[in-house]
């Protein structure tokens, strides 16, 4: 006896199977920074999903070390270098990559790729989300025909918003009006602990002595991460602490600021204790050879640099600025005043003549990271988002658990 033939639905058979959400993700440049660094997560925890496609946009033709990754992982990487935001030619070559890929739903980090995506995305009627990390600007002077395109950008209908934290979408708040916007935390994913025996090679390579204590600051040359208090603590500390080394590691396009930078170190006599590193692709590994992890900054969101240096169980000696206080509360970690050079002083001193402290730091701050900050239910807020403002309704990611983040009206 033959079965019956059932004829379901076509919306019914789409439910039951739907054609894998076609996403895009816009980022000024791949170099070594947060932002980056989060577009290379999700495309680690997506790569083996069968409902998403992701697809990377570059406002660059930077091959960095991330770039080298993501096409590791096999996520297509589109290219598109301009002379400027205004570079209207780009911006047609943006919007005839979407248009050929037929993206369904865009995603922007940072700030020219927010602007440019929310004109393309309004110009093909497709859906746009737009993440913050920063309390403000990395560049203090805003040219007022780039401030202007970028307010209005960021006020258009139907471009919604995720704040990196709380700090950062009240900053956000007062800069593009009381629209609200989503908080979902930053992630940090389990592929940045370094492997075993990372440490020992890489001190070898560094050329750290047994005795030596590294402190490691990871970030861009830029004025953001004032990398001139820095260094003006760390003398002091060096000074008190002359077994001690500090590792730089990130961008230095900025040459006058990485000259002047050279030329500090040399008049505060730090020549040999100081090691500028460039950017590096294999920067877990840089951490696990570290003991201590330092930033400067004037201000930040929510750092992801801090979340790697606490996933690999480095104690923070930090300013007290953005989501820090927040992220660092009740592991030990030491959390200085901005711009007060004497007092990250102190508090490197503080972690480093305390050894039983730096022990209980680091495996707080390293339960805290893995624990409170990981990937999975990251990457299930940030589909729950593309699911209820995207415009497939046969489009539904699996886990029902995890809703979106509710809208803040602020």
Same mark, same amino acid.
């Given at each position: 006896?033959?079965?019956?033939?059932?004829?379901?639905?076509?919306?019914?058979?789409?439910?039951?199977?739907?054609?894998?959400?076609?996403?895009?993700?816009?980022? +000024?440049?791949?170099?070594?920074?947060?932002?980056?660094?989060?577009?290379?997560?999700?495309?680690?925890?997506?790569?083996?999903?069968?409902?998403?496609?992701?697809?990377?946009?570059?406002?660059? +033709?930077?091959?960095?070390?991330?770039?080298?990754?993501?096409?590791?992982?096999?996520?297509?990487?589109?290219?598109?270098?301009?002379?400027?935001?205004?570079?209207?030619?780009?911006?047609?070559?943006l919007v005839a990559a979407l248009r050929a890929r037929r993206i369904e739903y865009l995603h922007a980090h940072l700030a020219s790729s927010s602007t440019l995506g929310a004109y393309a995305s309004k110009l093909l009627g497709i859906p746009f989300v737009t993440t913050i990390h920063n309390v403000?600007?990395?560049?203090?002077?805003?040219?007022?025909?780039?401030?202007?395109?970028?307010?209005?950008?960021?006020?258009?209908?139907?471009?919604?918003?995720?704040?990196?934290?709380?700090?950062?979408?009240?900053?956000?708040?007062?800069?593009?009006?009381?629209?609200?916007?989503?908080?979902?935390?930053?992630?940090?994913?389990?592929?940045?602990?370094?492997?075993?025996?990372?440490?020992?090679?890489?001190?070898?390579?560094?050329?750290?002595?047994?005795?030596?204590?590294?402190?490691?600051?990871?970030?861009?040359?830029?004025?953001?991460?004032?990398?001139?208090?820095?260094?003006d603590a760390f003398a002091t500390v060096h000074e008190a602490a002359p077994n001690t080394v500090l590792l730089l590691v990130g961008d230095a396009r900025d040459a006058p600021r990485h000259a002047a930078l050279l030329a500090q170190a040399d008049q505060l006599g730090l020549e040999g204790a100081?090691?500028?590193?460039?950017?590096?692709?294999?920067?877990?590994?840089?951490?696990?050879?570290?003991?201590?992890?330092?930033?400067?900054?004037?201000?930040?969101?929510?750092?992801?640099?801090?979340?790697?240096?606490?996933?690999?169980?480095?104690?923070?000696?930090?300013?007290?600025?953005?989501?820090?206080?927040?992220?660092?509360?009740?592991?030990?970690?030491?959390?200085?005043?901005?711009?007060?050079?004497?007092?990250?002083?102190?508090?490197?001193?503080?972690?480093?003549?305390?050894?039983?402290?730096?022990?209980?730091?680091?495996?707080?701050?390293?339960?805290?990271?893995?624990?409170?900050?990981?990937?999975?239910?990251?990457?299930?807020?940030?589909?729950?988002?593309?699911?209820?403002?995207?415009?497939?309704?046969?489009?539904?990611?699996?886990?029902? +658990?995890?809703?979106?983040?509710?809208?803040?009206?602020?």
């Open positions: 006896m033959k079965a019956a033939k059932i004829d379901l639905p076509a919306q019914a058979m789409a439910i039951e199977s739907p054609e894998p959400l076609r996403l895009g993700y816009l980022i +000024d440049t791949l170099v070594t920074g947060g932002a980056e660094r989060l577009v290379l997560t999700f495309a680690e925890a997506v790569r083996a999903r069968s409902d998403v496609v992701l697809t990377v946009f570059v406002l660059s +033709d930077l091959r960095t070390p991330f770039y080298e990754k993501l096409r590791a992982l096999g996520t297509e990487v589109v290219m598109l270098p301009g002379r400027n935001l205004a570079d209207f030619g780009r911006f047609r070559r403000k600007p990395s560049v203090r002077r805003i040219r007022p025909g780039r401030r202007l395109l970028q307010g209005v950008a960021m006020r258009l209908p139907g471009v919604n918003k995720i704040a990196v934290g709380e700090a950062v979408a009240e900053a956000a708040a007062k800069e593009i009006g009381r629209s609200g916007c989503r908080v979902v935390p930053n992630a940090v994913a389990d592929s940045v602990v370094a492997p075993f025996g990372s440490r020992a090679r890489l001190r070898r390579e560094l050329q750290l002595g047994e005795d030596q204590l590294a402190l490691v600051c990871v970030g861009a040359i830029i004025g953001q991460k004032a990398h001139e208090v820095l260094l100081l090691r500028f590193l460039g950017m590096r692709s294999d920067i877990p590994e840089v951490l696990a050879a570290s003991d201590i992890f330092v930033s400067s900054s004037h201000w930040e969101g929510a750092p992801v640099s801090l979340l790697e240096a606490m996933a690999n169980g480095l104690p923070p000696v930090v300013t007290d600025v953005g989501e820090n206080g927040l992220v660092l509360e009740g592991t030990g970690a030491i959390l200085v005043r901005p711009r007060d050079p004497e007092a990250l002083a102190r508090g490197m001193l503080e972690m480093i003549e305390t050894p039983r402290l730096r022990s209980a730091t680091a495996e707080a701050v390293r339960e805290r990271a893995l624990g409170r900050y990981g990937t999975a239910t990251w990457v299930e807020r940030l589909l729950a988002i593309y699911a209820e403002t995207g415009q497939r309704r046969d489009w539904h990611h699996p886990r029902t +658990d995890v809703p979106p983040p509710p809208l803040q009206n602020r």
